[in-house]
């Protein structure tokens, strides 16, 4: 693996970074209540994260982490809609979220960049193998549509066991794509990342255990 850093990975590093945060205040709290828990801060820095990790993966030239933020972008925002939050950020900012991805494309679409054949028939990245990117972006995104169906059902945000079972399964097939793909940020991100849901998941355990 190439250990020299572009600007490209500044970016990834800084939005894996933000992603790590949000994981990192959601552990700390929930160790603190002994319990797992589902602070706003976690929605917040999802959003952050995915704005500069959507760039990142256009930048790369990498479908598959184009297609995991465009996914999720609006179940991050659903979840502050369930928390209240959303509600009390101001109007503008929450429109210029909401916008964000549409505003993108057009630029995207006006200056020429935006070329879906170029995405998807990148010569640096094998078909087989770009396959395998998209089918673990997909298996990673499912987690925030499960928790997403959860949350409705409950009428509130919350992180269940589902979600951290398949966190963990699609990290470890993303850590599989990231050390093939020679992806700096992916590999150091799921790897770190693993141990969070392991941790979560053990939390949920012993919750369920002492309630019975």
Same mark, same amino acid.
């Given at each position: =693996?190439?250990l020299n850093f572009t600007y490209i990975d500044i970016i990834g ?10 994981? $990192?205040? &959601? ?25 500069? *990790?959507?760039?990142?993966? /256009? ?11 465009? $996914?999720? /972008? ?6 502050? &809609?369930? &928390? ?18 549409? =505003? ?8 020429? %960049? /935006? ?15 770009? =396959?395998?990117?998209? %089918? ?7 987690? *925030? ?27 470890? =097939?993303?850590?599989? /794509? ?8 992916? *590999? ?18 012993? &919750?369920?255990?002492?309630a019975t």
């Open positions: =693996m190439n590093f800084a939005g894996q970074g933000l992603f790590f945060s949000r994981f $990192l205040f &959601q552990l700390l709290l929930s160790e603190k209540h002994k319990k797992v828990v589902t602070p706003s801060i976690f929605w917040k820095l999802s959003l952050l994260a995915s704005v500069i *990790f959507f760039v990142y993966g /256009y930048l790369r030239e990498d479908f598959s982490i184009m297609l995991g933020q465009s $996914l999720t /972008y609006f179940i991050y925002i659903r979840n502050l &809609q369930l &928390q209240k939050e959303w509600q009390k950020m101001h109007k503008f900012f929450r429109w210029l979220l909401f916008l964000f991805p549409v =505003m993108i494309v057009i630029y995207a679409y006006n200056n020429n %960049v /935006y070329d879906l054949d170029k995405l998807l028939r990148n010569e640096n990245i094998p078909f087989w193998l770009l =396959m395998l990117g998209i %089918v673990a972006q997909l298996v990673f995104i499912f987690r *925030f549509v499960f928790q997403w169906l959860s949350s409705e059902k409950k009428k509130r945000s919350h992180l269940p066991l589902g979600f951290w079972a398949i966190s963990l399964t699609g990290s470890i =097939m993303i850590l599989t /794509y990231a050390i093939i793909r020679e992806d700096k940020v992916l *590999f150091v991100a799921h790897s770190i990342g693993m141990f969070v849901y392991m941790r979560n998941i053990y939390l949920l355990r012993k &919750q369920k255990n002492e």
